[in-house]
């Protein structure tokens, strides 16, 4: 019975080990009012993306684990319920994670998203955004969101986030930033 204890509390401690590794991030990723890393990927139409090309326009960068999981697609969903509140605001939705085209274009047609999904099977983009979990045998996005305004600078980061509640926390966010300043 002692020996079936002593092996649950190494079983507990190797997952409590793994779990802040895989969460734990570099502390490099872009802070406010840094310029955001430039990157090229392709979206799930296989067409490349470059963020520079978006110069003009408000962009919510959002990393994600995973296609077709619970949290992920109601984040996802929750994006595109408000996309055109983004599209009236300037802004552009753009989803990353680690998984190949062919997977994305799968998870916009099955959820009906009209926004692109970008993917970064290398790990590099997810990198630079300090946005990579290692999971020991896999790596995944981590669910890190940068709000990126029209002259390429991070003016918000999110790295704590809440897959339900995050679009309107986002476009909250949003539209405090693009109020004019107070005139005195």
């Given at each position: 019975?002692?020996m079936?204890g002593?092996?649950?509390?190494?079983?507990?401690?190797?997952?409590?080990?793994?779990v802040?590794?895989?969460?734990?991030t570099?502390?490099?990723?872009p802070?406010?009012g840094?310029?955001?890393p430039d990157?090229?990927?392709n979206?799930?139409?296989g067409?490349a993306?470059?963020?520079?090309?978006?110069r003009?326009?408000?962009?919510?960068?959002?990393?994600?684990?995973?296609?077709?999981?619970?949290?992920?697609?109601?984040?996802?969903?929750?994006?595109?319920?408000?996309?055109?509140?983004?599209e009236?605001?300037?802004?552009?939705?753009?989803?990353?994670?680690?998984q190949?085209?062919?997977?994305?274009q799968k998870?916009?047609?099955?959820?009906g998203?009209?926004f692109?999904?970008?993917?970064?099977?290398?790990?590099?983009?997810?990198?630079?955004?300090d946005?990579l979990?290692n999971?020991?045998?896999?790596?995944?996005?981590?669910?890190?969101t940068?709000?990126?305004?029209?002259h390429?600078?991070?003016?918000?980061?999110?790295?704590?986030?809440?897959?339900?509640?995050h679009?309107a926390?986002?476009?909250?966010?949003?539209?405090?930033?693009?109020?004019?300043?107070d005139v005195?």
């Amino acid at each position: 019975m002692k020996m079936i204890g002593i092996f649950v509390a190494i079983i507990v401690l190797f997952i409590g080990i793994v779990v802040v590794r895989a969460m734990r991030t570099g502390g490099k990723a872009p802070s406010s009012g840094t310029p955001a890393p430039d990157f090229t990927l392709n979206s799930q139409d296989g067409k490349a993306l470059r963020l520079h090309d978006l110069r003009g326009k408000w962009v919510v960068l959002y990393f994600y684990p995973k296609d077709f999981t619970s949290g992920c697609t109601k984040e996802a969903h929750n994006f595109q319920r408000d996309l055109r509140q983004y599209e009236e605001k300037n802004a552009i939705i753009l989803g990353v994670s680690v998984q190949d085209e062919t997977t994305h274009q799968k998870f916009c047609a099955k959820e009906g998203l009209g926004f692109r999904l970008l993917a970064d099977t290398n790990h590099q983009v997810s990198s630079s955004y300090d946005s990579l979990m290692n999971l020991g045998v896999a790596k995944l996005s981590a669910r890190h969101t940068f709000l990126i305004d029209p002259h390429s600078i991070v003016r918000k980061t999110y790295l704590n986030v809440n897959a339900e509640k995050h679009s309107a926390e986002v476009l909250a966010d949003l539209s405090q930033l693009q109020q004019p300043p107070d005139v005195r």
